[in-house]
């Protein structure tokens, strides 16, 4: 069966197809859940997991410090999980049922590979193979987690950020190998839902691919929260009658056996292209099986596209859903293509506190030659702030004193994720600090007065010379 236009997984590919494209014949090729990483095992999910460990945390600590009478008394698990579950299936089989009612767009069933330049073959989930070729096809087929080769680990049960969420019981004891975003925000989960979380990571600090100042104040607020085992690496693994062992070489030399009732392997994604067979295409991959594609969006193999965690890192929804815009208007409009915009690219992680960042570390910046200016601002020195006796958060700006414009922010503490945006407006904008924050109102006391008050502070320091 050939095709105008075929897509491959049905993550941020899946909104590809639309009326747009009635004239046109199409294929939906997908195996597995409908929905991809974010609504099924990602974003969606993890953040419904987040914000009762951020209500436990506040309930532990926040209420007693600040005079209110609150404590912490365990979760109901097995409620949390099945409501949260409970709306995650329910729209992932919704999208199943769209897309097999859908009439511009056949769906098939099945795990897709490359057996020709614009061939697939599909192994299909009910049973037998189909074969179908295509004058465009997009690969947008995510990634997912990557599995150390550590002795004993196939000898025992353990997870991945795809299988965590759905344990039948919360465990006494957990161990999270791995200090990048995942194995943080389940770090927070957890420990705030009462489990006794060891979290061991190769390098000195959590977050190390992060500002060094968020890598090393958030380590700090991270040791008090559960347990560390940094500049670690786990040497093996074995059952025990309790559970797991988990055999760690701490970063002293000195060898440890931690004990734990569930096991996390949280280092990583890697991108879904070695299932693809995509070299018979002609396609093209790093070291990492990420596909090298243009500005916009193109495999450098003619009428392939490739979009989201196969295509770019880091791998993010927002991008993916960008790069997903990107590829349907080029394939609707192939005289006047347009670029993918990755010049600033803004991240968060939901832990607690909450971590957010755009543009260059501070690290990076100076390793370019560029001259810069920071300014650091404590969110306890605003109003709101001080109303919440906040002690450890922070803005961090970073400006080029040649240009006097914005090139990093970074932030840790409350609402991080949503306080960075006027930030990552002002880079995209391409405006200048100077005058940025003077040039609106910023409600007083709101909490937005610390990016007011950095902004104020950077413009101070670019000032200088």
């Not at 090393?216 to 008090?224: K, L, N, P, S």
């Amino acid at each position: 069966m050939h095709y105008d236009v075929i897509v491959i997984g049905a993550g941020s590919g899946n909104s590809i197809l639309d009326q747009a494209f009635a004239d046109k014949k199409c294929a939906l090729v997908q195996t597995g859940t409908f929905g991809g990483t974010c609504l099924n095992v990602g974003c969606i999910p993890t953040k419904m997991f987040v914000y009762p460990a951020d209500l436990a945390s506040y309930a532990a600590s926040d209420g007693p410090r600040l005079g209110v009478d609150t404590s912490f008394n365990g979760v109901d698990w097995s409620s949390i999980r099945d409501r949260i579950f409970g709306r995650i299936d329910a729209i992932e089989a919704g999208g199943r049922d769209y897309r097999r009612r859908n009439e511009w767009a056949e769906l098939y069933e099945g795990a897709a590979r490359f057996t020709g330049p614009k061939e697939l073959t599909i192994a299909l989930d009910s049973g037998g193979e189909a074969t179908i070729t295509g004058d465009q096809i997009v690969i947008a087929t995510g990634a997912r987690p990557m599995i150390p080769a550590i002795p004993g680990l196939d000898e025992v049960e353990f997870h991945t950020s795809d299988t965590i969420m759905r344990l039948d019981a919360l465990p006494e004891r957990m161990a999270i190998l791995g200090g990048g975003f995942i194995g943080c925000e389940f770090a927070h989960v957890f420990s705030s839902y009462g489990v006794e979380v060891t979290q061991i990571h190769r390098h000195p600090a959590l977050l190390n691919h992060h500002d060094d100042d968020i890598a090393r104040r958030f380590t700090e607020v991270a040791r008090g929260e559960w347990g560390l085992r940094l500049d670690s690496q786990i040497e093996r693994v074995a059952k025990s009658a309790g559970g797991i062992e988990v055999h760690v070489l701490c970063a002293d030399g000195t060898r440890e056996v931690i004990e734990v009732d569930s096991l996390l392997i949280a280092t990583g994604r890697t991108p879904n292209t070695d299932t693809l067979d995509v070299a018979i295409a002609g396609i093209t991959t790093n070291a990492k099986g990420v596909i090298t594609v243009s500005p916009t969006m193109g495999t450098g193999v003619d009428g392939i596209w490739a979009l989201g965690d196969v295509a770019h890192t880091p791998e993010l929804k927002h991008v993916a859903n960008h790069e997903a815009r990107v590829v349907r208007h080029n394939l609707l409009h192939p005289d006047a293509p347009i670029e993918a915009d990755h010049r600033f690219v803004p991240s968060a992680v939901f832990t607690h506190p909450q971590i957010a960042s755009v543009g260059l570390t501070e690290r990076d910046a100076r390793a370019a030659g560029i001259d810069v200016a920071i300014k650091d601002q404590a969110f306890g020195d605003t109003a709101y702030g001080w109303a919440m006796e906040d002690k450890h958060s922070f803005v961090k700006l970073i400006g080029d004193r040649a240009t006097g414009k914005l090139i990093g922010a970074h932030l840790m503490g409350p609402h991080a994720g949503s306080l960075i945006q006027p930030l990552i407006m002002a880079m995209s904008l391409d405006l200048p600090v100077a005058g940025l924050a003077r040039s609106q109102y910023w409600i007083h006391p709101a909490l937005a007065e610390v990016v007011e008050n950095a902004l104020l502070g950077l413009e101070e320091a670019l000032a200088q010379r």
